[in-house]
């Protein structure tokens, strides 16, 4: 089944402690991003991949970094998360960057006390 | 920056009604695309219909049709017979041709009354 997954799927932490969310996609697509979800904000990229070893920032990267090692994955790291990066997560991959649908994991609510 | 705005965040409707959802951009570019998106309870996002802006013919997927209007930089979701499995938060999405990323709107929650 052609899907996109992120583990986990909830997460409660403190205030500095490391965390990777993973994504991977098993469609063989080369786009990859990250988005937040936030009440009455809509979702917000955070990161997105072009291809493997290719990422940039998108319009929240602050407090957030990422890798593109192999195509099928895409994890997000917060390496010292923090309360206003509670939010609900989704890793979204397509075929390639625009037109095509971008097909979403089932999201990561990650709260940080 | 382009941006995507949604001027109804809630909307209801009963069953087998028809509604309509708002979505307007903003934007210089002439070579786009636009998505609405639907996220149920489940929290998952699901791709509802997709409009090219060099289209004129307005996209239908069943019992979803949108109203594009290009020069007005509007483009609105109708549900038909709406249906309680319709209910949802429904996100217009904005997709400039060659970039790297959607613009979302804020979302509107949409309830289906029996």
């Known amino acids: 089944e052609a899907q996109v997954t992120q583990n986990p799927r909830y997460l409660i932490t403190v205030t500095g402690k490391k965390l990777t969310v993973t994504c991977s996609q098993n469609?063989?697509?080369?786009?990859m991003s990250w988005y937040r979800q936030d009440p009455g904000l809509g979702l917000r990229q955070i990161y997105y991949?072009?291809?493997?070893?290719?990422?940039d920032k998108g319009d929240v990267p602050e407090g957030y970094k990422v890798s593109r090692k192999e195509k099928r994955n895409f994890p997000l790291i917060l390496e010292s998360p923090s309360p206003n990066q509670t939010s609900l997560y989704f890793c979204a991959s397509s075929l390639k960057v625009s037109y095509n649908e971008q097909f979403f994991g089932p999201g990561t609510r990650l709260t940080v006390l | 920056a382009q941006t995507v705005t949604q001027s109804q965040p809630e909307m209801s409707v009963q069953e087998a009604e028809t509604v309509t959802l708002s979505c307007t951009y903003d934007?210089?570019?002439?070579?786009?695309?636009l998505f609405w998106y639907k996220q149920p309870p489940s929290r998952q996002m699901i791709l509802v219909i997709r409009q090219e802006a060099y289209k004129q013919q307005n996209a239908t997927e069943n019992r979803f049709s949108v109203n594009f209007q290009k020069a007005a930089k509007s483009f609105s979701l109708k549900i038909s017979d709406s249906q309680l499995g319709d209910a949802a938060m429904y996100f217009c999405a904005y997709d400039q041709g060659g970039s790297e990323k959607l613009v979302f709107g804020k979302g509107t929650k949409l309830t289906v009354n029996p």
């Open positions: 934007t210089s570019e002439s070579d786009y695309y």
């Open positions: 469609m063989n697509h080369e786009y």
């Open positions: 991949s072009m291809n493997v070893e290719v990422t």
